[in-house]
């Protein structure tokens, strides 16, 4: 997701109504969907909770985001290892057979 030059580029950004100014290498659309998205799981998480403040939902957020990045790598993990399981088998299914 590097931009095309790999020179730093700001990027405007808006999370809870607040603008940052966000120097990046990254693609600056790639930037503003990050920015969506972390936006929107704090906003999710005003929405479910009644009594939270803005920080805490940031915090809150946070945490919910680190939660399925971990799932996921988890779950990376493990496919990666029944797919080598799964070609290591079939490597030996064909040296038997040749």
Request: aromatic share 4%; glycine share 2%.
């Amino acid at each position: 997701m590097k931009s095309e030059q790999g020179a730093k580029q700001t990027v405007e950004i808006e999370i809870l109504n607040q603008k940052y100014r966000i120097k990046s290498d990254t693609d600056a659309e790639w930037v503003k969907e990050v920015a969506a998205f972390v936006n929107k799981k704090i906003q999710d998480v005003i929405t479910s909770k009644a009594t939270v403040n803005q920080e805490k939902a940031a915090v809150l957020a946070a945490l919910n985001i680190a939660g399925e990045l971990l799932k996921l790598k988890e779950e990376t993990t493990l496919y990666k290892k029944h797919v080598s399981k799964r070609s290591q088998d079939l490597m030996k299914l064909l040296d038997a057979n040749l």
